[in-house]
């Protein structure tokens, strides 16, 4: 049984709804770009990223949530008014981010930092 709890969700709107329902709770995102049928990003970098995140997600601290968020298809996401880059300030997918803290891009790459992010206070 996992100490922390997982949540995936699709776009901004369901985003907020899993923050919202988990107040109180520490929450890490990771953000990535929309998967296909066959479960692929269109994001190459998401791509590389995601076993990275995954393979420390043991790290994560008891008792807090880990939210996996599809940010939509790359002409949404280029889209400089979409609600992720307007309202939470994304610059990049990969993102992962807890809150007050986030990785972008290549250093979701790196587990010493991904580690680092899910361990540290």
Same mark, same amino acid.
């Given at each position: 049984m996992t100490k922390y709890?997982?949540?995936a969700v699709h776009g901004y709107d369901e985003f907020c709804n899993a923050?919202?329902?988990r107040k109180g709770k520490e929450v890490?995102?990771?953000f990535s770009g929309n998967k296909d049928g066959q479960g692929k990003s269109w994001c190459p970098d998401?791509?590389?990223a995601e076993p990275?995140?995954?393979? %420390?997600? =043991?790290?994560l601290p008891e008792g807090t949530v880990f939210i996996y968020c599809q940010v939509g %298809?790359? =002409?949404y996401w280029k889209d400089p008014n979409n609600?992720?880059?307007k309202i939470l300030k994304l610059t990049a997918v990969p993102t992962l981010l807890r809150y007050g803290t986030k990785?972008?891009?290549d250093e979701c790459f790196k587990a010493d930092l991904v580690r680092m992010m899910f361990t540290e206070d």
């Amino acid at each position: 049984m996992t100490k922390y709890e997982e949540v995936a969700v699709h776009g901004y709107d369901e985003f907020c709804n899993a923050v919202s329902e988990r107040k109180g709770k520490e929450v890490f995102a990771y953000f990535s770009g929309n998967k296909d049928g066959q479960g692929k990003s269109w994001c190459p970098d998401c791509v590389t990223a995601e076993p990275v995140v995954r393979g %420390e997600l =043991s790290h994560l601290p008891e008792g807090t949530v880990f939210i996996y968020c599809q940010v939509g %298809e790359r =002409s949404y996401w280029k889209d400089p008014n979409n609600d992720f880059k307007k309202i939470l300030k994304l610059t990049a997918v990969p993102t992962l981010l807890r809150y007050g803290t986030k990785l972008v891009e290549d250093e979701c790459f790196k587990a010493d930092l991904v580690r680092m992010m899910f361990t540290e206070d």
